[in-house]
T-cell receptor, first 115, second 113 residues
Framework: DAGITQSPRHKVTETGTPVTLRCHQT?????MYWYRQDPGHGLRLIHY???????DKGEVSDGYSVSRSKTEDFLLTLESATSSQTSVYFC??????????????FGPGTRLTVL | AQSVTQPDIHITVSEGASLELRCNYS??????LFWYVQSPGQGLQLLLK??????LVQGIKGFEAEFKRSQSSFNLRKPSVHWSDAAEYFC???????????FGGGTRVLVKP
């Protein structure tokens, strides 16, 4: 299995509080991604990174920000959590891009509940 | 914009019976296509992928998929399902720029004894 960990694995928080989720990889892969999974929607891309300090938005980026200061870590921040952000969040990594393609490897997920 | 449709939300199949999961995609160029499986409470595992070449792709766990460009489809099949195949299955199309994936809504497979 690809070396991807996510922390925390479960979190319950209240509306309006900031939340940071962490993804850590030991594979030295260039690309990292954050998805959210909701019933009937599959996984939707929130943000992704193509290198240290290089990030871009996905299809559902509103209300989320990301940072990548090291190759191995990709942080997802909800500045002020809302109930609509209750979801399961997955991190993924990949080693290719920019004209070629490679599979993405997924972490175990973080279940976030916003009350 | 690319999109993926999995028309069947749930499928129930008897153990030992065959399984086919449908996937239709919309993408302007040659697609990179994937099937992932998610067991309950787990992350996603790649079953198989299509980049080019032979349109019948073999994957892990006895699964195969066939790419049909004329039908914009990439259906997943297994000749004989096992109880351990009960899971949710996701089809995805990839875009080389940024290595991004667009997922379908998923099909949950239940296996009857």
């Amino acid at each position: 299995d690809a070396g991807i960990t996510q922390s925390p694995r479960h979190k319950v928080t209240e509306t309006g509080t900031p939340v940071t989720l962490r993804c850590h990889q030991t594979e030295n892969h260039r690309y990292m991604y954050w998805y959210r999974q909701d019933p009937g929607h599959g996984l939707r891309l929130i943000h992704y990174s193509y290198g240290v300090k290089d990030t871009d938005k996905g299809e559902v980026s509103d209300g989320y920000s990301v940072s990548r200061s090291k190759t191995e870590d990709f942080l997802l921040t909800l500045e002020s959590a809302t109930s609509s952000q209750t979801s399961v969040y997955f991190c993924a990594i990949s080693d290719s891009g920019g004209g070629s393609y490679d599979e993405q490897f997924f972490g175990p997920g973080t279940r976030l509940t916003v009350l | 914009a690319q999109s993926v449709t999995q028309p069947d939300i749930h499928i129930t199949v008897s153990e030992g019976a065959s399984l086919e999961l449908r996937c239709n995609y919309s993408y302007g160029a040659t697609p990179y296509l994937f099937w992932y499986v998610q067991s309950p409470g787990q992350g996603l595992q790649l079953l198989l992928k299509y980049f080019s070449g032979d349109t019948l792709v073999q994957g892990i766990k006895g699964f195969e998929a066939e790419f049909k460009r004329s039908q914009s489809s990439f259906n997943l099949r297994k000749p004989s399902v096992h109880w351990s195949d009960a899971a949710e299955y996701f089809c995805a199309v990839g875009k080389a720029a940024g290595n991004k994936l667009t997922f379908g809504g998923g099909t949950r497979v239940l296996v009857k004894p």
